[in-house]
C-alpha cells in the first residue's frame, strides 16, 4: 500500500514550519527568507547580482559605493560599457586598476540631458569601500529612472525620497537617509525600481500583464502562464534556467528586446501588517489536527488578525478539523480552507505524468495542481485511482491514496436539469464533465471507481422544516450570517431570494456548524418528488415466510403511469396519497403519506389558485399540486382544469402546503 499521505503530510509540515518555501530551491544557501529569495533570483536572472561565486549572498552585509555602483549600471542594461572607461583615472581613490574603475567613471560621467548617477565627495575621492547609504542609493535609482534635482524639493536626501515613494521605489521599506543599507534591502530597491514609474510614465523594463506562473520547464526553455482566462500559454525564455522560486506567483513577465522571457517579478500586496509580500498562490498546507492552526503563521507571512474562511463561511479555528486544506490569499488576508475530498481515476495529465501541472479525471474535467503539490502528484501515473484533496478555489493542494485509511473522500454535487454535474468545493462551484441525467434536481456523492465508472448517489435531504427568508430559519434552526446558499447549482445569497418562504420539499441539503447553525443550503426547483396514489395487492406466499402466509406488494398510481412494484415494508392503505421519488429504473422510494383535511370542503374560501382558507387555516397551494379525476380515474393537466370539473373535493396537505386534491362531480 502506498503511503502516499504520509509524504504529504511530511511535505505540508516542512511548507508550514521552515522558513521560506522554496528554500531548499535557492540559488544561495545563506539566504532563507522567502521574499528576499525571491528578489535576488529576479536580479540574478537579470544578470545584476551573482554573489561571492562560492554560492553565498549575503543578506544581512552591508552594501559599498562601489558594489551599487555596478549594479546600477548593469540595471541600466550598460554593462557592456564599463570596459571602455576602466582605463583612466577620474577619482585618485579609484585607479584604474581598481575591480570596479569602469562601473564608477560610468556611473559618474554626465551624459547629454542627463546628470551622472553618483558624484565623488568635495575632496576629490569617491571612497569605493563606503557603506552606501539609504538617501545614496535612493537617488541613484531614481537618476536611473530618469529624474533629476530639479524634480525634487531641493533638500536632500529628502526630496529623493519623497519622489522614491510616489514612484513607487521605496515600497515596502523604511529607513533614514542617512542609514546603511544591507544587500538584502538593495535587492528589494532593485527589484521595486523594475516596476517603478520612470519619469515620463512607464517603467524601466519591458513588463507582461499580470498572470499567474505555474512552472518554468528548463528543458524546453519556456514559462507556462496562465491568465485565468484562456488556457496554459509557453512563454520562450531568453536562456534556460531551472528554478521554482517563483512557481505559483501572480506577477509580471520581464522580456527582452526580443520579447523573450529574462526574469518573472512577482506581484505585492500589502498585508494586514502593513509589509508587502508576493501573492503566493502556490502553497497548500494540510491542517494537522481538528482546532489546529499549525504553520499557518509562516503561510500567512506573520500577518496579524487574519481571517478563516471555511468552505465559503467566516469561521474561528475551533472549526478546522484535520486533513483540511489551507491556502493564504494576501489580498483578503484571509486563509481560505477547504475539506472537500474526491475519489477519482487518474485519466492523463498536462504536459506530463513526470511534471504534472494539471489532470484529467471525471470524464476529462481539468483539474491544476498547486505547485506544492506537484511532487506528490507525479508518484501516480494514469490509470490509478487517488483522492484528490482540493482547496477552496478548486485546485489540487495534495493527494492521497485510496488506501489510507487516514483519508475518507466526502465530494457532494448538485445535478441540475439538464443532468450537468456540479461539485461543491470550499468557496467554489466547480462544473464536471461527467453527466447524471437520471440524478436530476438531486444532491449526490460522488465518486470514481477502477473501472471509471462515476457513481452519483442521491443523498436524503436531512432538512426538517422550510427555509423562512424573513426570520433566517430553515425548521428549527437559525442561519448563518454568512451562509453559502446554492440553488440549482448557483451560489447566490438569501438577501437575493425573491421568496419570502421556501418549501422544505426544495430544500435538498444542509450543513450546520459547531453552533449549530446552518452554514451551508442546497435548493432546487427542479421537479424531483411526485404525488401518487397507493395500490396494494397480495399473493399467496409460496414458501410459507410469513404468518398471514400471503405477500404484499405496493406500487403508486403518479401522472406518469406505475412505479415499479415491491415488497410493502412500511404502514400504507390502498388509495393514499403520497409524496415519493422514482429512480432511473422507475422504482420508488422516500415515501411521506399525505394527510387528508377533515370536514366540509364545500367550506373551502380560495385565493386564487395559490392558497386556500379552510377550517380556521391557510393552506399554500403546490404549484405541481396533483389533480385527480376520481369518476374518471385519470389526472387533470392543472388545478383550474379540476377546479372547473370539481363537485366535491378532497383535500392533502403536508407541511402545511396542499399537494394532492382528489375530484369528483
Wanted: net charge negative; proline share 3%; charged share 25%.
Amino acid at each position: 500500500m502506498k503511503k502516499i499521505f504520509s509524504f504529504v503530510l511530511a511535505l505540508a509540515l516542512v511548507v508550514a514550519l521552515v522558513p521560506g518555501r522554496a528554500s531548499a530551491e535557492s540559488y544561495f544557501t545563506d539566504v532563507n527568507d522567502t521574499e528576499t529569495e525571491r528578489n535576488v533570483e529576479v536580479l540574478r536572472l537579470l544578470g545584476i547580482v551573482g554573489g561571492d561565486g562560492t554560492g553565498l549572498f549575503h543578506p544581512d552585509d552591508s552594501l559599498t559605493r562601489a558594489e551599487f555602483c555596478k549594479m546600477a549600471i548593469l540595471l541600466q542594461g550598460r554593462g557592456d560599457e564599463a570596459a571602455r572607461y576602466a582605463s583612466r583615472t577620474i577619482f585618485p581613490d579609484v585607479p584604474a586598476s581598481y575591480w570596479a574603475c569602469g562601473y564608477i567613471n560610468l556611473a559618474s560621467l554626465t551624459a547629454e540631458k542627463q546628470p551622472g548617477l553618483m558624484h565623488g565627495f568635495p575632496d576629490g575621492t569617491f571612497l569605493p569601500k563606503k557603506e552606501i547609504t539609504y538617501g545614496e542609493a535612493v537617488t541613484v535609482l531614481m537618476r536611473v529612472l530618469g529624474y533629476s534635482d530639479a524634480d525634487t524639493s531641493g533638500i536632500w536626501p529628502q526630496g529623493y525620497l519623497d519622489l522614491g515613494a510616489t514612484a513607487g521605489l521605496t515600497k515596502g521599506l523604511s529607513l533614514g537617509g542617512g542609514e546603511a543599507i544591507t544587500r538584502a534591502q538593495a535587492a528589494k530597491l532593485f527589484v521595486n525600481a523594475l516596476s517603478a514609474t520612470k519619469q515620463g510614465g512607464g517603467t524601466l523594463k519591458k513588463l507582461s500583464d499580470e498572470l499567474l506562473l505555474m512552472t518554468i520547464d528548463p528543458v524546453k526553455g519556456v514559462m507556462r502562464t496562465t491568465d485565468g482566462k484562456t488556457d496554459v500559454k509557453e512563454v520562450e525564455m531568453a536562456s534556460p534556467v531551472m528554478t521554482a522560486v517563483f512557481d505559483g506567483l501572480k506577477g509580471r513577465i520581464i522580456y527582452d528586446e526580443n520579447d523573450r522571457a529574462v526574469s518573472f517579478l512577482p506581484s505585492l500586496v500589502q498585508n494586514s501588517s502593513g509589509s508587502y509580500v508576493s501573492v503566493d498562490t502556490g502553497v497548500a498546507l494540510i491542517v494537522t489536527g481538528s482546532k489546529s492552526t499549525a504553520g499557518f503563521d509562516v503561510l500567512t507571512g506573520n500577518s496579524k488578525n487574519y481571517s478563516i474562511i471555511r468552505n465559503g463561511v467566516r469561521v474561528s479555528s475551533k472549526e478546522l478539523r484535520q486533513f483540511d486544506i489551507a491556502t493564504y490569499s494576501p489580498e483578503n488576508n484571509a486563509v481560505f480552507v477547504c475539506d472537500t475530498r474526491i475519489k477519482v481515476l487518474y485519466e492523463s495529465a498536462m504536459p506530463t505524468p513526470r511534471d504534472p501541472l494539471s489532470i484529467r479525471a471525471l470524464d476529462g474535467t481539468v483539474f491544476e495542481i498547486m505547485p506544492s503539490a506537484r511532487e506528490n502528484v507525479a508518484q501516480y501515473h494514469p490509470g490509478q485511482t487517488m483522492i484528490l484533496m482540493l482547496t477552496a478555489d478548486g485546485r489540487i493542494g495534495a493527494v492521497a491514496s485510496p488506501d489510507d485509511e487516514n483519508v475518507n473522500a466526502n465530494a457532494l454535487g448538485y445535478v441540475n436539469a439538464e443532468g450537468k454535474v456540479t461539485l461543491f468545493c470550499g468557496s467554489c462551484l466547480i462544473p464536471l464533465a461527467c453527466k447524471g441525467s437520471d440524478r436530476a434536481g438531486r444532491v449526490v456523492s460522488i465518486m470514481q471507481g477502477e473501472s471509471k465508472t462515476i457513481y452519483l448517489n442521491e443523498q436524503v435531504s436531512n432538512v426538517d422544516g422550510a427555509l423562512d427568508v424573513a426570520e433566517w430559519t430553515v425548521g428549527s434552526k437559525k442561519l448563518a450570517e454568512d451562509a453559502v446558499i446554492i440553488r440549482d447549482g448557483v451560489l447566490t445569497s438569501i438577501s437575493e431570494l425573491e421568496e419570502s418562504r421556501i418549501e422544505r420539499r426544495k430544500l435538498l441539503y444542509m450543513h450546520t456548524n459547531s453552533s449549530n447553525k446552518v452554514d451551508m443550503l442546497v435548493i432546487s426547483d427542479v421537479r424531483t418528488e411526485y404525488v401518487g396514489i397507493v395500490k396494494i395487492w397480495e399473493v399467496p406466499d409460496p414458501n410459507g415466510e410469513t404468518e398471514q402466509n400471503y405477500i404484499s406488494y405496493v406500487s403508486m398510481l403518479y401522472s406518469g403511469g406505475e412505479t415499479n412494484e415491491r415488497r410493502l415494508t412500511f404502514k400504507a392503505r390502498t388509495g393514499d396519497y403520497a409524496l415519493f421519488k422514482i429512480d432511473s429504473e422507475g422504482n420508488f422510494y422516500g415515501y411521506d403519506r399525505l394527510n387528508e383535511l377533515g370536514g366540509r370542503t364545500e367550506t373551502a374560501v380560495w385565493i386564487g389558485t395559490g392558497a386556500v382558507n379552510f377550517g380556521g387555516r391557510t393552506y399554500t397551494i403546490d404549484p405541481d399540486v396533483a389533480c385527480y379525476n376520481a369518476d374518471q380515474k385519470t389526472w387533470f393537466n392543472s388545478l383550474q382544469e379540476a377546479l372547473e370539473y370539481a363537485g366535491t373535493l378532497r383535500l392533502f396537505e403536508l407541511d402545511g402546503v396542499i399537494r394532492a386534491i382528489e375530484v369528483r362531480y
